[in-house]
Each structure stands twice: as C-alpha cells, then as structure tokens.
C-alpha cells in the first residue's frame, strides 16, 4: 500500500513567520514530488515540484526533499493570511509500466494577522 | 490560455439517476485525469488517459463508473445507477505528459449531489 502522510493540522502561525509543512511517503522508489494549494471550495492548485534532494526555492516558498528520510516539506516564509489553505503533498509511485499520483489528506494552515 | 474546463460545475440529481461529467483538457496535454474528493477528504485517484493507449482505471470504485475520452482531448465521466456515496467534488486535471515530471492542472470541479 503506496501511503503519503501528512498531519492534518490546523497548523496556526502569526502574519509574518515561517510555516512548515511535512510529509512523508512510503515508497524508496518515488521520485517526483509536488504540492499543491487547496482553498476552501476551490480545486487544488500547484505551488512546487521537486524531484532531487535538497531545496528548491520559489519567492516565498521552498520545498525541501531527503529521499534517504522518506520525507519532502515545504516552507512558507513571511507568511500572510492569504496563505491560509490546505496544503497537499502528492507523490508519484512508478509500478508496471506507469506511474500513480498519491495525494496526501492535506495539511490546513491559518495564517493569524 | 484557457485551464481545464469542466462541466457543470454544480449537479443534483435523484439516487439511482445516471450522470455525466465533462473535462476538457489543456490544449496540447495528452494526459488526462479523474479524482474525487469527498468532504475533508484528500484527493482520490479514478482514471487516467494518455494519449492513445489504454486507460488506466485501477481507480475506479465499482463499475457503476466508466469514462472515455474521444479524439484524445474531452472526457467524459459517466455514474450510473448513482448512490448517495456517490456524493463529491469531481475533479479533472491535465498534464503535458503522463504520470511522470509533469505536474497536473485541474479544473474547478464538478460537485455531485445525490438525494
């Protein structure tokens, strides 16, 4: 069973501080990883993608992957309250001849002004 | 350029009722896709198209579920018999390319409503 876990939260951070978000996966084998942003009632929408260990830096926003842990985040940083969403890890598991998209349940964020 | 566009955007309708939904992809992306998110829920995979092969639809719940894609670029998701755990917000997403280094695109969803 292909899993991506996240903690479903609410994670809560003042305006202005760093959020970070977790995830973790349990296929060594995966190599491409994305998150995406899910406000409420509106479909998910792609923040970053990464599929080399380390950082990966865009504006506000990093995404950081260690394939030895099993493990990808993604932080947010001078946080605002328009970054109040859902965030959703998803990871592509490779098996046969095609690869599958696995979402996490996603992690809500509040951003407090 | 114009997103994923799917219809209707909103459908009730009575249990036991067929329903169809459409998607129309990105143009140029030869990948297309299905989910389904119930409330609070994460992103359930149905089926995916690529290009001209065989669908993949290990995802589908029951064979009360069915899709196609004519010409390699609409969809559409047909429930038949629908059932109140039918009940979601369908999703069609697009990519470039297969499930591969191709991130996906959704459109905005069609939310089902079974009486």
């Known amino acids: 069973q292909k899993e991506v876990e996240q903690n479903s939260g609410p994670l809560s951070v003042p305006e202005g501080a760093i959020a970070s978000l977790n995830c973790t996966y349990s296929d060594r084998g995966s190599q491409s990883f994305f998150w995406y942003r899910q406000y409420s009632g509106k479909s998910p929408e792609l923040i970053m993608f990464?599929?080399?260990?380390g950082d990966k830096e865009d504006g506000r926003f990093t995404a950081q992957l260690n394939k030895a842990s099993q493990y990808v985040s993604l932080l947010i940083r001078d946080s605002q309250p328009s970054d109040s969403a859902t965030y959703l890890c998803?990871?592509?598991?490779?098996?046969?001849?095609?690869?599958?998209?696995?979402f996490g349940k996603g992690t809500k964020l509040s951003v407090k002004p | 350029g114009a997103g994923v566009s799917q219809s209707p955007s909103n459908k009730v309708t009575e249990k036991g009722k067929d329903v169809e939904l459409r998607c129309d992809p990105i143009s140029g992306h030869t990948a297309l896709y299905w989910y389904r998110q119930s409330l609070g829920q994460g992103l359930e995979f149905l089926i995916y198209f690529q290009g001209n092969s065989a669908p993949d639809k290990s995802g589908l719940p029951s064979d009360r579920f069915s899709a196609e894609r004519t010409g390699g670029s609409v969809s559409t998701l047909t429930i038949q018999r629908t059932q109140q755990e039918d009940s979601a917000v369908y999703l069609c997403?697009?990519?470039?390319?297969?499930?591969?280094?191709?991130?996906?695109?959704f459109g905005d969803g069609t939310r089902l409503s079974i009486l």
């Open positions: 998803a990871v592509i598991y490779y098996g046969g001849s095609q690869g599958n998209l696995i």
């Open positions: 997403a697009s990519s470039l390319g297969g499930f591969g280094n191709q991130p996906q695109h």
């Open positions: 990464i599929y080399s260990n």
